[in-house]
């Protein structure tokens, strides 16, 4: 089956800094890589996604991108900003339609 | 965009009672739901996948027996935790396709305790 590892665990930033997170994945088939945004006690919000078709994806402060050769993806956040701080958790599905998801980065941004 | 309700959104029980959690998608058909399970500070565990109509799937590890999913309608699913244990204690969330897109939209979670 799919195996998904996300790093770093948590991120540490200063406002406006950039921050970046990265996930691989095992299954070539896999074609669909949602980023979701948790906050504490509250449900995940998908906040952008890319499908295998497409290297690169924004979205005003937000992109990902893609790398299928490499089978990784990587989320970017820029000018950062306090509400940006959440648990983010990548994810990646096939033809199945089941996601595997990332164990999460607990991005923290420093007022 | 798609909607995905959950009732209730937190449950204080006794050990040994059941308890059911409803997971509704109120404006589309959702022909996929799924049921995750997740410990503070942890990432989302899938526990099942149901389709409408059709018995759920679980994932290894999960006693079906004791988390009863059902799929009666496009609209509904429901989780029942069994005789429930304090080691049961934790929050539910599920999710819902519409079967156009692989797209998953969550309901808000179920903060089940367990006493």
């Known amino acids: 089956g799919e195996n998904v590892e996300q790093h770093p665990s948590t991120l540490s930033v200063q406002e406006g800094d950039s921050a970046v997170i990265k996930c691989t994945y095992s299954?070539?088939?896999?074609?669909?890589f949602p980023w979701y945004k948790q906050e504490l006690g509250k449900r995940p919000q998908l906040i952008i996604d890319?499908?295998?078709?497409?290297g690169e994806k924004k979205d005003q402060r937000i992109a990902v991108t893609l790398n299928k050769t490499a089978k990784h993806f990587s989320l970017h956040i820029t000018e950062t900003q306090p509400e940006d701080s959440a648990v983010y958790f990548c994810?990646?599905?096939?033809?199945?339609?089941?996601?595997?998801f990332g164990r999460g980065t607990s991005l923290i941004v420093h007022p | 965009g798609a909607v995905v309700s959950q009732h209730p959104s937190r449950v204080i029980c006794k050990s040994g009672t059941s308890v059911k959690i409803e997971c509704r998608s109120l404006d589309f058909q959702a022909t996929t739901m799924f049921w995750y399970r997740q410990f503070p500070k942890k990432s989302l565990m899938l526990m099942a996948t149901s389709n409408e109509g059709s018995k759920a799937t679980y994932e290894q590890g999960v006693e079906k027996d004791k988390f009863l999913i059902n799929h009666a309608s496009l609209t509904l699913s429901t989780l029942t935790v069994t005789s429930a244990h304090p080691e049961d204690s934790s929050f539910y969330i599920c999710s819902a396709t519409s079967g156009r897109t692989d797209t998953q939209y969550f309901g808000p979670g179920t903060r089940l305790t367990v006493l």
């Open positions: 994810a990646a599905s096939g033809g199945s339609y089941i996601p595997t």
């Open positions: 299954d070539s088939a896999s074609n669909y």
């Open positions: 890319i499908r295998s078709n497409v």
